[in-house]
């Protein structure tokens, strides 16, 4: 067996790593999109990273783009194989999928004609609707917790890993010839005892093991409720400030996240007279399937729903659709909280509504997720006093401010606890994927502290073979 790490390799964006047969049949985990790396994001996305008729299967961890959003260009390139993964991820791609093409598709257009590229010279889109239609028609579904063959020789097992709806860490059962390998590929590990998303489900022993690094160098403030931390954001914008609270938020996990904790504050009347606002259509979509997957939450989400409250929905909450209706808010001073993506404010709504409040100190610019150092969002967390929006210099003199703890990735106790499943003694390799380099690092120290050794931290496209 030989693995390859395609992507994610000293980068957070870009999931995606081949695993070889002696037959020389091939799987892939994962065919994520680099995001947020700025002018590089389109290079390294176009990279050939394999050959996509070589490719016999891909297995998605989970509908995020930065590991679904290539797959309609591998298909587009030949790729004609099954893409296994759960119902409710299949649900949230058809509806991520399509708006990644159609997101490039427009920026394409608009960045040709503000650049004044004739054809010759024109960027092109990743990929188009066309080809996400194909991509959707290969799509396997699989149950949770049930061994599944892939291909002679490989049977996987997605285990629900507390991350967002739908995703789950890939269990491989590898079968060469007079050698038995497992293979654990965690993905993105969620966090225990948040109010949305179930706890990770336990993993079986694993001789290797790719696991991720996104936070393996901080602990979240357990000391800090997050649900309180917005409050007090919200009613110091709101009340003290006059001011717009400007959330940019993944429209798939955090969001839903956001609206669940708001209407408990609420429903405990301690929500202001505020008018609140989802101004995101891919958002407001991926609510709808999170509220049709209700049974998938936790048990807090499934009590309200048995009470016949909708999670996601209250009288002060309203979910705009029309551009139209965006740009209003863009223009109005009236306060207000506006949820919106991405998260990390590089493209979409969010980034027209930071680029109208940014310098106005009445508003407040609030921070929910992770963000590559290079985006917009990263440099705003930094601190930095000037930023270019849409080519414009803008002053940062709105407030700042950053819930760390409502991260849908775990911290390095939270994954070094999920690993714990298994007896570190026993894993043969650990490879660190999906983090910064000197985050990995740490994340290795703390990992060996907790008895894992044999620890990897592999480059791109480096190989490893069994
Ligand atoms: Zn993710």
Request: hydrophobic residues 35%.
């Amino acid at each position: 067996m030989e693995i390859t790490f395609a992507g994610a390799a000293g980068t957070v964006t870009g999931s995606k790593h081949i695993i070889r047969l002696w037959d020389n049949k091939r799987v892939m985990l994962d065919c994520g999109m680099y995001q947020g790396l700025g002018k590089e994001t389109y290079k390294l996305n176009n990279e050939d990273f394999a050959n996509p008729s070589e490719i016999d299967a891909i297995l998605l961890s989970h509908a995020h783009i930065d590991h679904s959003g290539l797959i309609p260009k591998f298909v587009k390139d030949g790729f004609e194989g099954d893409i296994f993964c759960t119902e409710a991820t299949y649900a949230l791609c058809e509806i991520m999928l399509r708006d990644s093409a159609y997101i490039q598709e427009a920026d394409v257009h608009y960045s040709n004609k503000r650049h004044g590229r004739d054809e010759e010279n024109a960027y092109h889109p990743l990929y188009t609707a066309k080809h996400v239609e194909k991509a959707l028609e290969q799509f396997v579904i699989v149950r949770e917790n049930e061994s599944v063959k892939i291909i002679d020789g490989i049977e996987a097992t997605f285990i629900p890993n507390g991350h967002i709806l739908g995703s789950a860490a890939i269990y491989l059962n590898i079968d060469e010839l007079s050698e038995q390998h497992t293979v654990l590929f965690t993905a993105d590990i969620g966090r225990y005892g948040t109010s949305l998303i179930r706890d990770p489900d336990p993993v079986p022993q694993a001789d290797y093991v790719i696991c991720e690094s996104t936070y393996g160098d901080r602990l979240h403030d357990r000391t800090i409720d997050a649900e309180q931390q917005l409050l007090s954001t919200l009613l110091h914008t709101f009340k003290e400030k006059k001011g717009k609270l400007i959330i940019p938020a993944f429209s798939l996990g955090r969001t839903q996240e956001l609206v669940f904790a708001l209407n408990k504050l609420d429903l405990h009347g301690l929500l202001p007279e505020v008018k609140i606002f989802v101004d995101s259509p891919l958002a407001t979509d991926a609510t709808d399937i999170t509220r049709k997957y209700a049974h998938l939450l936790t048990k807090e989400v499934q009590r309200f729903c048995q009470s016949r409250k909708d999670p996601f929905g209250f009288n002060k909450l309203s979910y705009t659709k029309e551009i139209s209706e965006s740009k209003r808010l863009n223009a109005s001073e009236r306060p207000s909280v506006i949820i919106s993506a991405s998260g990390m404010a590089d493209a979409g709504r969010v980034k027209h509504h930071i680029y109208h409040g940014i310098e106005d100190p009445k508003n407040t610019i609030l921070f929910v997720g992770y963000a590559e150092p290079n985006s917009l969002a990263g440099k705003l967390q930094r601190g930095e006093k000037k930023v270019t929006i849409f080519g414009d210099e803008k002053e940062v003199k709105a407030e700042i401010v950053y819930i760390k703890s409502l991260s849908a990735h775990g911290d390095y106790e939270e994954m070094i606890k999920y690993l714990g499943y298994m007896n570190p003694g026993k894993v043969k390799k650990l490879f660190l994927v999906h983090g910064e380099p000197e985050v990995q690092q740490f994340f290795k120290k703390k990992l060996k502290e907790a008895g894992h050794h044999s620890i990897v931290i592999p480059s791109k496209n480096e190989k490893f073979s069994t």
